[in-house]
Nanobody, 125 residues
Framework: QEQLVESGGGSVQAGGSLRLSCAAS????????MAWFRQPPGKEREGVAS???????RYGLSAKGRFTISLDRDKKILSLQMDSLEPEDTAIYYC???????????????????WGQGTQVTVSS
């Protein structure tokens, strides 16, 4: 059974950095999509970045130039390096995955099957 477990959230001041990790167990597909979503307080969940198992990446507008998504395919660990954080980045960050690699093209939550429990990121000004 597939399971996603996030770690690495916390509090940081504006301009700082955080690195999120997600351990995926049970993902034995040859090609698959993994992604990060976030849900700011009082707002809808939005796509942050995605990566196909072949390394193809896609970023949402809020992440471009500041966040980097990566995947250790051997260990099945997804990471999100977040730099130059802003208070607007405060949100619950979710790891997500889907056995269909093309799901990474859309960065839409309705296209993704599996979800982690979420980890809180708080950026203070």
């Amino acid at each position: 059974q597939e399971q996603l477990v996030e770690s690495g959230g916390g509090s940081v001041q504006a301009g700082g950095s955080l690195r999120l990790s997600c351990a995926a167990s049970g993902y034995t597909y040859n090609r698959y999509c993994m992604a990060w979503f976030r849900q700011p307080p009082g707002k809808e969940r939005e796509g942050v970045a995605s990566i196909v198992s072949d390394g193809t990446t896609r970023y949402g507008l809020s992440a471009k130039g500041r966040f980097t998504i990566s995947l250790d395919r051997d260990k099945k660990i997804l990471s999100l390096q977040m730099d130059s954080l802003e208070p607007e980045d405060t949100a619950i960050y979710y790891c997500a995955a889907d056995p269909w690699s093309w799901k990474c093209n859309s960065l839409r939550e309705q296209d993704v099957r599996d979800w982690g429990q979420g980890t809180q990121v708080t950026v203070s000004s």
